[in-house]
């Protein structure tokens, strides 16, 4: 196939926009790419995750608002970085962002990985609590699953260790 | 200086070892990213910022566990030449975001190069583990051990409900990217790869790759990783990932056979022309290239060629980019002398046997 740009070179590269159902394709060699700027992903100008996230950003929960939600904070006061910038960039400027953003994480993140909450890893020198909490939470679904098959006595052991673990943790 | 030898094989030396299911599944890939809880992300940091995290990064280094693991070296990005930088992309040590536009930027190298830190790229800390063959949970487990021993000396941007906070919220939770670049010829010619990737991306994964034209893409190498890092635990996203791409091979493998039992001379022939090609031609672009080589390669693996190894498959892989082909002749090539540079250099390579 011929790139459609230049008319000699051979394609190289081939796309497919559809846009509201509407599907158009591109056959264009690499050089022709490089000229237009905007079809090689990854380049400053490319389409990259990041417009691609903006994307998702755009989908504002505008109801909350107009059902008279607490304003929300639009400013990470300590990097500076904006909602709308953020939007823009698709990008925290720094961990506070996470705090500062936070009422509005949850649809961007259901919509990105399905789920909101992290349920892996944790540092050790600092996760000895949230640890502890996780394990609290194990515990109880064990503890549930033990009642329900009526093994009352390690049902029993189970809720000793919870109390102690929350011992523990009111302890801190 | 230090790097040379990280910028003059083609081959780094993990990608010698022979891991399990290497005839399909090339390498192995964990990248976990991490950030210190008190300086802004890259993206927004000062120039005084960035290098106080290149500071802070470059003490942690000093732990002793972190010998036992390997020795490393760290190579600030100024210190390396554009082409240099281009050759580390071609090799998967660094990203080219990396090597483009980071400021205050550095890798980290193990002596073997299956570990590759990067600091200062989209995030302060981004640790990779590669390993050859399919072993991503030795690769997970290798960076889990590298990604511990930085905890214990540097504070971590981390929160209870989100997890590793990143710069890019596709990375937030885990900030685990693992990934296997599987060599997929069979299932492309027998038609079946458009319907497994469909399947793939339905379970979570992404599929990507060099694409030409129509599925096929470059050189049938198509590269599984997680899309999700938020909500699953690492065990699950590598397990996740792990049974998918056992399938594949499986799937890979069933079709091998079929091909050879159905088209046994048609194969032959295929992979001997290409071999032909490759030994012979004066010209070639890297398109072909990646083409010929994957007949030869999956020639290799069928034990139709004998002469040829893998390992030299593998070489060639990263040789015939553009990178590489400038920095083993020294100068500056145009397209066209690439291809004729190319094509030299795997007539070379294929006739050292």
Not at chain 2, 145 to 167: H, K, M, P, V
Request: overall charge negative; aromatic content about 6%.
């Amino acid at each position: 196939m011929i790139c459609q740009e230049c008319g000699k070179r051979p394609a190289t590269l081939h796309f497919t926009k559809i846009i509201s159902g509407e599907k158009t394709e591109f056959h264009i060699c690499e050089v022709c790419a490089r000229e237009k700027g905007e079809m090689i992903p990854g380049t400053p100008n490319g389409f990259s995750i990041h417009n691609l996230l903006s994307g998702l950003l755009d989908f504002e929960p505008s109801a909350q608002s107009a059902l008279g939600a607490k304003p929300q904070v639009t400013r990470c006061d300590n990097c500076g970085l904006t909602y709308t910038q953020f939007g823009k960039l698709g990008r925290f400027g720094c961990s506070e962002c996470y705090k500062h953003f936070n009422a509005r994480l949850d649809g961007l993140f259901r919509r990105v990985h399905g789920n909101t909450v992290h349920v892996g890893k944790i540092p050790k020198r600092s996760g000895g609590r949230i640890q502890d909490k996780r394990e609290i939470e194990n515990l109880k679904r064990e503890l549930q699953n033990r009642i329900e098959q009526e093994e009352f006595e390690s049902a029993a052991k189970i809720r000793d260790e919870i109390r102690e673990l929350e011992k523990k943790l009111s302890g801190n | 200086m230090e790097h040379r030898s990280y910028t003059d094989n083609a081959l780094s030396e993990w990608m010698k070892g022979h891991g399990p299911d290497s005839e399909i599944v090339i390498s192995s890939r964990v990248r976990i990213a991490r950030n210190l809880q008190t300086q802004p992300f890259p993206m927004l940091a000062t120039n005084q910022q960035s290098e106080e995290v290149l500071n802070q990064i470059t003490s942690a280094l000093q732990n002793e566990e972190l010998n036992t693991i390997s020795n490393f070296d760290f190579i600030p990005l100024t210190e390396l030449s554009e082409l240099d930088k281009r050759v580390l992309v071609e090799k998967h040590l660094i990203s080219p975001n990396l090597a483009n536009e980071s400021r205050n930027g550095a890798v980290i190298l193990s002596e073997n190069e299956s570990v590759s830190i990067m600091v200062n790229e989209e995030d302060h800390l981004r640790i990779q583990c590669l390993c050859p063959g399919f072993q991503i949970k030795e690769a997970w487990d290798l960076a889990s051990q590298i990604d511990d021993i930085f905890e214990s000396q540097l504070e971590y941007a981390f929160d209870e409900n989100r997890g590793y906070l990143t710069s890019c919220p596709t990375n937030v939770g885990t900030g685990i990217r693992a990934s296997v670049m599987m060599h997929l010829p069979a299932l492309v010619l027998t038609q079946q790869i458009n319907r497994i990737l469909s399947a793939i991306t339905q379970v979570g994964l992404a599929v990507r790759g060099l694409y030409g034209e129509g599925s096929e893409a470059l050189g049938n190498l198509f590269q599984i990783s997680n899309q999700i890092t938020l909500g699953q635990s690492e065990d699950e996203i590598i397990d996740n990932l792990y049974s998918v791409a056992r399938q594949i091979i499986e799937h890979e493998k069933a079709a091998r056979e079929k091909l050879l039992i159905e088209s046994k001379p048609r194969i032959i022939d295929r992979v001997m022309r290409s071999y032909g090609i490759l030994s012979h031609a004066g010209i070639m672009d890297s398109k072909e290239a990646a083409q010929r080589l994957s007949d030869v390669r999956l020639g290799i693996d069928l034990g139709i060629i004998h002469q040829v190894s893998t390992h030299i498959m593998n070489e060639l892989m990263v040789m015939a980019q553009p990178g590489f082909l400038q920095k083993q002749s020294g100068e500056k090539l145009s397209a066209e002398d690439r291809d004729i540079r190319r094509a030299e250099l795997i007539r070379e390579r294929l006739s050292i046997i």
